[in-house]
């Protein structure tokens, strides 16, 4: 059984930017040599915000369901096991068990029309 990693190096192209389409969140898995990464990014426009697939909480990841990571409007991440409401823009719980914690930030960016960890 491989480790479930928090992080990944930088440079690693994730697709390009229409994978995921404006407003919505898409689940990426890296398998590594020292184990899996489990992550997921938000699109904002020509932007994108990721973070680490696990809930503050319990430690599960968020979205029970393939990249339904976002509230039914789109404007929040929520944890579809406990309820909790994540901000886009910085990962902070703003509602439900785990307020005031915040999720794990995976850092990205957008080169050429193109997604990478950064």
Known sequence: ???RLTATPPGVR??????????AARNFVLEMKAGRFHGFAVRSGDSVAGYVDRCPHMGLPLAQ???????GSGDMIQCSWHGALFRI???QCVGGPCAGAALTPWPLTVR????FTA
Do not use: N, W
Not at 14 to 23: F, Q, T, V
Not at 65 to 71: H, R
Not at 112 to 115: E, H, Y
């Open 1 to 3: 059984m491989s480790e």
């Open 14 to 23: 994730l697709g390009p930017l229409d994978l995921i389409a404006d407003g």
């Open 65 to 71: 369901q393939l990249d339904a990571y976002l509230t």
């Open 112 to 115: 050429d029309g193109a997604i």
């Open 89 to 91: 823009a910085d990962g």
